[in-house]
């Protein structure tokens, strides 16, 4: 199956340093990758869309400027919190889409997501 | 306001039952379904996709689709305490590429 990678598993940093989580889909080429962010004993919610050659399309209420997007090759999405404040702490995970490889062999619009990045701003 | 709404839970089963989980959906135009399974403190794990109405099964899963109704529902036979997890329902709207999760049913198997 599809394989989407995500580093680091955990990253603790002082306020007001920046930190970047790299997402990479290890077996499949993915045009459209997603960022989540999720709170304890909450459920997912959708930060930002990336296309890879295009800036990141995000959803209401994210600060693009906080958070910055890359999607520079088709395997590759990066993450960059910048200014972290404790607010920031959370569970951030990233999906790729794969148009090809779905569990019934077509044309399917499955994401397969990333172990995710535990992030603790002190 | 497109959502998808599951009962939070726990929902409680002895081990060996059949444990139902269910999804409703308010885009009537929706095409793709999907179920995570969840563990604490994991990252979500595609189990099953449905497209088209009525059932499909892999292994011990079984997802159920009604689009008359609107609803999804993923079954678990011989529920085992290692399928205690959080169950997410997503759903992908016509004319998007964004799916909407529920806020997932958790799950607690007894043994």
């Known amino acids: 199956g599809a394989v989407v990678s995500q580093h680091p598993s955990r990253v603790i940093c002082k306020s007001g340093t920046s930190v970047k989580i790299e997402c990479r889909s290890l077996d499949f080429q993915a045009t459209t990758m997603f960022w989540y962010r999720q709170f304890p004993k909450q459920s997912l919610m959708l930060m930002a869309t990336s296309n890879e050659g295009s800036k990141a399309t995000y959803e209401q209420g994210v600060e693009k400027d906080k958070f910055l997007i890359n999607h520079a090759s088709l395997t590759l999405s990066t993450l960059t919190v910048t200014s972290a404040h404790p607010e920031d702490s959370s569970f951030y995970i990233c999906s790729a889409r794969d148009w090809l490889v779905g569990t019934s062999g077509g044309f399917d619009n499955e994401q397969f997501f990333g172990p995710g990045t535990r992030l603790t701003v002190l | 306001q497109k959502e998808v709404e599951q009962n939070s839970g726990p929902l409680s089963v002895p081990e060996g039952a059949i444990a139902s989980l269910n999804c409703t959906y308010s885009?009537?135009?929706?095409?793709?379904f999907f179920w995570y399974r969840q563990y604490s403190g994991k990252s979500p794990e595609l189990i099953m996709s449905i497209y088209s109405n009525g059932d499909k099964e892999d292994g011990r899963f079984t997802a159920q689709l009604n689009k008359a109704s609107q609803y999804v529902s993923l079954l678990i036979r011989d529920s085992q305490p290692s399928d205690s997890a959080t169950y997410l329902c997503?759903?992908?709207?016509?004319?998007?590429?964004?799916?909407?999760f529920g806020t997932g049913t958790r799950l607690k198997v007894l043994a």
């Open positions: 997503a759903v992908l709207p016509s004319g998007t590429y964004k799916y909407i």
């Open positions: 885009d009537r135009g929706s095409q793709s």
